[in-house]
């Protein structure tokens, strides 16, 4: 699985959209990149996935580069509630198969 | 449709002691996963078990530990003769196979 690359921690303004980078220039070309987060040391949940198509769902948008090496998670409208360390992880969309968490972008929303 | 579900949320023990964690999948995922969380550390995968099956042990601990999923009832991952340093959050993952794992709230354990 292709390494994540992701700053250490972020703050964003409640009500204004939260945009995390993450770095995947190794990826090739069956890996999808994940993004799950990790409220207060709450179970993760998972938030959205993608191969090279931007997705959105009710959480969040992601938007990958047309290169696939760097993608962004979106949330549109930040809320305290937010607050959570974030991981991006790539890895190959197959039947089953662990999860390998970095250390994930730390993001504070504040009122 | 409930979610994954571990029991117990927390587990005390005395050094030397067994825990027994156990992990019920979402309704019709046939593949668990247990992750560990130690205090301060990230999340590290220990077991991927599928219905009768270990398929992948490689994060698992050579010695003391043990996991299973029987064709009935919940995944259980088993701690003989714990040590402080096993005092973490377990964590458990389902899924249907090709989707994403969904994780239950975890397991505090606590050794004394």
């Known amino acids: 699985d292709a390494k994540t690359t992701q700053p250490t921690s972020m703050d964003c303004a409640e009500g204004r959209a939260a945009n995390l980078p993450c770095n995947h220039s190794?990826?090739?070309?069956?890996?999808?990149v994940y993004w799950y987060r990790q409220i207060h040391s709450q179970g993760p949940q998972y938030i959205i996935h993608g191969l090279k198509n931007n997705e959105t769902n009710e959480m969040a948008s992601l938007i990958i580069t047309e290169d696939r090496k760097s993608s962004t998670l979106i949330l549109p409208h930040a809320t305290l509630r937010d607050t959570a360390v974030y991981y991006c992880i790539v890895r190959v969309f197959y039947q089953g198969g662990k999860l390998i968490f970095g250390q994930g972008t730390e993001l504070s929303v504040k009122p | 449709n409930a979610g994954v579900m571990q029991n117990p949320r927390h587990l005390v023990r005395r050094r030397g002691q067994e825990a027994r964690l156990r992990c019920s999948p979402m309704?019709?995922?046939?593949?668990v996963y247990w992750y560990r969380q130690l205090p301060e550390e990230g999340l590290k995968f220990m077991v991927y078990l599928q219905k009768e099956n270990i398929i992948d042990e490689s994060g698992m601990p050579k010695e003391r530990f043990s996991a299973e999923f029987p064709k009935e009832g919940p995944s259980i991952l088993r701690i003989q003769q714990v040590v402080r340093g096993d005092s973490a959050a377990y964590f458990c993952?389902?899924?249907?196979?090709?989707?994403?794992?969904?994780f239950g709230p975890g397991t505090r354990l606590t050794v004394l």
């Open positions: 309704k019709g995922h046939s593949h």
């Open positions: 993952a389902s899924s249907p196979g090709d989707y994403p794992q969904f």
């Open positions: 190794t990826i090739s070309g069956n890996e999808y």
